[in-house]
């Protein structure tokens, strides 16, 4: 399973942009997809997950701004991020938990990293 993100870049304050993680691969179902992000001398944390069956979930910090949504005939996760700020400003990572057709096994992985930089 690969993951391919795209979507980022420089913008600024007030400003938007869409992130998108798409899954290659046949041999399994997705469950679960979220993003997370990472600033200079921090943690990751999550930012917004959305369940196979739709259900999202956010951290405060971006609610009301964000919202991620999921197209499962592309196996594609979206973030659209709207009044950015500049404590937006991290990698963001997209995170897929899949699930394997014939073994069952639950896995999960991880996108290459996407850099939002936002400028006040």
């Known amino acids: 399973v690969q993951l391919q993100a795209s979507g980022g870049g420089l913008v600024q304050a007030g400003g938007s942009l869409r992130l998108s993680c798409a899954a290659s691969?046949?041999?399994?179902?997705?469950?679960?997809m979220g993003w997370y992000r990472q600033a200079p001398g921090k943690q990751r944390e999550l930012v917004a997950t959305i369940s196979g069956g739709g259900s999202t979930a956010y951290v405060d910090s971006v609610k009301g701004r964000f919202a991620i949504s999921r197209d499962n005939a592309r196996n594609t996760v979206y973030l659209q991020m709207n009044n950015l700020k500049p404590e937006d400003t991290a990698v963001y990572y997209c995170?897929?938990?899949?699930?394997?057709?014939?073994?069952?096994?639950?896995?999960?992985?991880w996108g290459q990293g996407t850099q939002v930089t936002v400028s006040s």
């Open positions: 691969g046949s041999t399994f179902s997705i469950d679960d």
């Open positions: 995170n897929v938990k899949i699930i394997y057709y014939r073994s069952r096994l639950v896995d999960e992985f």
